[in-house]
Nanobody, 124 residues
């Protein structure tokens, strides 16, 4: 049973930083991809970033490119999302997700396992 647990959300002022963590368990994730998504009130869930667990290659949404960095610690089975230069429009519930593929996929429906989400609020 795959389990994903996010942490690290909170309230931060515009221009600040946060680091989200996603601790994964229940599998050997070497042939999995891990993605971060976010959903703001009244909006659809949107892709933020993805990482191939074994090779470490990454892909980002244009809206966060240059500000957010996705990384992983294989020994801890944990994926991180470092968020810098945060903007009020980054406010959302952030969730991590995973599925069995090495492709950097971006559609929520392509992911099989999801965490519960963590709230990120950026004040202006």
């Amino acid at each position: 049973q795959v389990q994903l647990v996010e942490s690290g959300g909170g309230l931060v002022q515009a221009g600040g930083s946060l680091r989200l963590s996603c601790a994964a368990s229940g599998r050997t994730f070497s042939t999995y991809v891990m993605g971060w998504f976010r959903q703001a009130p009244g909006k659809e869930r949107e892709f933020v970033a993805a990482i191939n667990w074994s090779r470490g290659n990454t892909y980002y949404a244009d809206s966060v490119k240059g500000r957010f960095t996705i990384s992983r610690d294989n020994a801890k089975n944990t994926v991180y999302l470092q968020m810098n230069s945060l903007k009020p429009e980054d406010t959302a519930i952030y969730s991590c997700a995973t599925t069995y593929t090495t492709t950097l996929i971006t559609r929520p429906g392509q992911y099989d396992y999801w965490g519960q989400g963590t709230q990120v609020t950026v004040s202006s």
